[in-house]
């Protein structure tokens, strides 16, 4: 088994920032690439930001400049740092992971999800 564990949502003013947390632990051989996802009410998903497992890095053109992602290959953990935040990033963040399972498959994985709110 594999869990993605996501920490570090919570309430913040406008122009704030938040640090979130995803760990992957279980039957994990390796880690391709780790991204944050979001989704918002009434609005669909949207990628928020990835990573490889080399460090190249893709953000969503909302967050450019505001958000870093980056990773700990040793933890097998990612971070967004989310700073300048808005109210339009009010939403549920949502850990994901490509990786090989010790069995040599490989699978996708989704985290339980961090609830990040933006008052204005």
């Known amino acids: 088994q594999v869990q993605l564990v996501e920490s570090g949502g919570g309430l913040v003013q406008a122009g704030g920032s938040l640090r979130l947390s995803c760990a992957a632990s279980?039957?994990?051989?390796?880690?391709?690439?780790m991204g944050w996802y979001r989704h918002a009410p009434g609005k669909q998903r949207e990628k928020v930001a990835t990573?490889?497992?080399?460090?190249?890095?893709n953000y969503a053109d909302s967050v450019k400049g505001r958000f870093t992602i980056s990773r700990d290959n040793a933890k097998n953990t990612v971070y967004l740092q989310m700073n300048s935040l808005k109210p339009e990033d009010t939403a549920v963040y949502y850990c994901?992971?490509?990786?090989?399972?010790?069995?040599?498959?490989?699978?996708?994985?989704w985290g339980q999800g961090t609830q990040v709110t933006v008052s204005s």
């Open positions: 990573i490889t497992s080399s460090g190249s890095t």
């Open positions: 994901n992971s490509n990786l090989i399972h010790s069995s040599g498959a490989y699978y996708n994985y």
């Open positions: 279980g039957s994990i051989y390796s880690i391709n690439a």
